[in-house]
């Protein structure tokens, strides 16, 4: 899993409440376990004008003009900003990996739905939940073009391009994780050593559990 310390990120501003998980990475394109190739997909329903389906070439499918992520201006961006019960729906973790392949590392919102925030996590995303007053001056702030943000998981801060801060919060747990690049397995790994330990000490006292 990619770390995350400081990002310095152009935004791309969603202005939708209750945006779910299906319309995020539509149903027909969870045929893969795997995290990655699922960001041409990304909000599939809205992006594109016409009806996709898994092994299309999307560069010959036509784009929605007036959908937010296809804005010029918007093109590698790496904050999402968005409304309240981002992410809702289904559980499908298939969801954060869509966001992350696209190219998003961080989304800022009123609220999201909770197993979607979880999701998030474990996927390499900084999901920032900030109040409503917030987002909305955040929202009319990015319509200036090429409207940025600054993000500090190590100070918990979002830096506007005018120098306003505003903190965020989040566990100790999350945190390291998400600078020290861990997911689930990362963190297991971790303690492979003892881990070691553990079986040869067990194997030596229980040598019958490993009889053949």
């Known amino acids: 899993m990619k770390p995350f310390v400081q990002l310095d990120g152009l935004v791309c501003a969603m202005d939708r409440a209750n945006v779910d998980t299906d319309a995020i990475i539509p149903k027909q394109f969870l045929k893969s376990i795997k995290r990655s190739g699922f960001g041409p997909n990304l909000f599939d329903e809205w992006r594109y004008l016409d009806h ?13 003009p007036d959908f937010e992520l296809n804005l010029p ?14 992410g809702c729906g289904s559980s499908r973790e298939h969801a954060p990996w869509a966001i992350e392949d696209f190219g998003f590392r961080a989304l800022i919102a009123p609220s999201f739905a909770d197993i979607f925030f979880n999701n998030c996590f474990k996927n390499g995303l900084l999901p920032i939940v900030q109040p409503a007053a917030v987002v909305d001056q955040l929202f009319a702030e990015a319509k200036t073009e090429g409207y940025r943000l600054k993000i500090d998981l190590e100070t918990q801060s979002i830096t506007t391009p005018s120098g306003e ?6 566990t100790e747990h999350r945190k390291h994780c998400l600078l020290n690049g861990l ?30």
């Open 52 to 64: 996709g389906e898994p092994g299309m070439d999307n560069s010959l499918r036509q784009l929605n």
């Open 165 to 170: 801060v505003f903190k965020f919060e989040i």
């Open 183 to 212: 997911d689930e397995i990362g963190l297991t790994l971790a303690h492979r050593d003892e881990i070691s330990a553990f079986e040869a000490k067990r194997r030596a006292e229980q040598p019958w559990l490993f009889a053949k």
């Open 73 to 86: 201006r918007n093109q590698g961006a790496q904050v999402l900003l968005a409304r309240d019960n981002f």
